[in-house]
Each structure stands twice: as C-alpha cells, then as structure tokens.
C-alpha cells in the first residue's frame, strides 16, 4: 500500500518496478518488519514468474532458499523503494 501511494503523489524516482514483489510490514518510522510465510511466498513468486522479490532483512535467507528468484533484503522503506 506504501508503494501506490508513494508512486501516486510522485515520491517514486521508477513509477514501473516489473516483475517485483514487494512484501514486509511497514512500521510509522519506515522500517521495514519480517513476515511469516517467507519461503511460500518466494515459491509463488517463482510460479508466477516473478524475477524480483523485496523482503524484510530477517526474512531475505528463508526466501533465497528458493531459485529462479533474485532477493533483496530491505530495513528501511527508503532504502528499498528510492
């Protein structure tokens, strides 16, 4: 939900990210918290043909288990989407 609104009001350099999955939990200072279900969601990605999966940095090893996917670790909100 971060990112439509920050592509919305023009707070986005990219207003295209294709063939990305953005997944964590966005606290009010902008850090970026682990999810549950890292590993399942990297195999959907991968079914679906994602290429590109942003997830929490406590979440990025679970999620690199799965091939065919590039992970990118995330902390913070604006060191992922900017």
Known sequence: MALG??????????KEVPDALFVGELS??????GVRGALPIAIEARRTKVKRLVVPEVNAREA???????????SHCWKSFI
């Open 5 to 14: 609104i920050l592509g919305a009001y023009g707070g986005l350099n990219k």
């Open 28 to 33: 009010l200072d902008g850090r970026v918290r």
């Open 64 to 74: 690199a288990m799965v091939g065919d996917v590039e992970v990118y670790p995330s």
